[in-house]
């Protein structure tokens, strides 16, 4: 139960804090990694870090070293200078976040050099556009994996195997847009507002509870309060579960746009705008609406050498979406601002329109 780790979130929330991970919640890391449905780390592991090591590319230090493979770090992400790297050393696999596989996809870099030796390539921390997953495994392989979980839970919680990526390639189209399921030692539940489980297909929050938790925020009992309640930790993501345990992650709760009374989450329009061909990023938010309380309002940043006008990307959201979910307005910007973790940071975006506002919602 003693501390080991205080491992600071992205601060998403607006908040910056550290969840206390005890060095039992550590040895719980180790053991999931070793229960891994697949893809378990081999002796000859050279786990390529792209990202900040205090993250979730950090989460696989330990994993590496107990089955006895090499850690190698990257300084920075260079899309030219991780291909070299991975050629040079036989990198075998890399944890990346989506936006780190979008620049990688549209650089077209990747057929330029010897990437054979790669085994796996993770994504998570944030949500991937099945449409771009699909690009990303025409590029490199079938060689995904996905990872669902927190700093809160010490990594991944659920995962999406290699199996899974091609059944959803095959016959199941959905599963790409799945965090796959709970492994390990973790409990898992889709729950109400007050806490009760919730049957398969209707969405609710994902709930968790086990010796990966955390013991809870640094020096912040009224945070810590908010998130753990009777033993179950409260990730924030709304989701909802098929019939055969596969979770499917909406939206965060707190991201949800509330516009003429209508529930609306951004990564549902999110997802749309990623069919499209021209758009490489995307980012959705409210806006201040003295009619609607919210209006739907879109950050788009374009595929090298693509353009798009507006008009066509709201109508081709209307074509895929109820009409008042699709977005009111279109913006295109060069570059979406993001975390020190390679995450769009939403909160950014969002400030953008309600700075100057009394609250936080319409």
């Known amino acids: 139960d003693a501390p080991a780790v205080l491992h600071y979130t992205s601060g998403s929330s607006g908040r910056l804090k550290a969840a206390v991970q005890t060095f039992g919640n550590r040895l719980a890391l180790v053991r999931k990694s070793l229960m891994l449905p697949e893809g378990r780390f081999a002796q ?9 090591v205090t993250h979730a590319s950090g989460m696989q230090i330990m994993p590496t070293l107990t089955t006895g493979g090499c850690n190698y770090l990257i300084g920075r992400f260079d899309i030219a200078e991780l291909f070299a790297t991975i050629q040079r050393e036989r990198i075998t696999r890399f944890f990346a976040v989506p936006t780190m596989l979008y620049r990688l996809i549209d650089s077209g870099l990747a057929g330029d050099y010897d990437l054979s030796s ?24 079938p060689i995904f994996t996905q990872g669902y979980g927190a700093g809160e839970t010490t990594s991944t919680i659920s995962i999406l195997t290699l199996e899974d990526h091609l059944r959803g390639l095959k016959d199941k ?86 516009s003429g009374g209508f529930n609306i989450y951004p990564a549902e329009i999110e997802t749309v705008l990623f069919r499209h061909p ?21 950050f788009v940043v374009c595929r090298p050498g693509e353009a798009v006008e507006e008009a066509v990307l709201v109508d081709y959201c209307a074509e895929h979406l109820a009409s008042f979910k699709k977005p009111r ?9 993001k975390n020190p973790n ?16 009394d609250r936080q919602v319409g």
């Open 44 to 52: 000859d592991e050279v786990l390529g870090h792209v990202g900040p």
């Open 118 to 141: 790669l085994r796996r390539i993770t994504y998570g921390a944030a949500p991937m556009a099945p449409s771009r997953l699909r690009e990303a495994m025409e590029v490199f392989g």
């Open 173 to 258: 189209p959905e599963l790409l847009g799945s965090c796959g399921r709970p492994y390990g030692e973790s409990e898992v539940i889709i729950a109400d507002d007050d806490g009760n489980p919730l049957p398969d297909g209707e969405a609710g929050e994902i709930l968790v509870r086990g010796p990966d938790v955390m013991q809870g925020y640094w020096n912040a009992p009224d945070l810590t309060e908010e998130v753990i309640q009777d033993g179950w930790y409260h990730t924030g993501d709304v989701a909802r579960r098929d019939e055969e345990g596969f979770l499917y992650i909406i939206d965060r709760k707190k991201d949800m746009i509330i």
């Open 278 to 298: 021209a758009v490489a990023e995307c980012c959705v938010v409210g806006a201040p609406d003295e009619e609607w309380g919210e209006q739907v309002i879109a």
């Open 329 to 337: 307005h279109v913006r295109f910007i060069d570059e979406l601002p």
């Open 342 to 357: 390679g995450k769009v940071a939403r909160r950014l975006v969002r400030d953008t329109f309600w700075k100057d506002h």
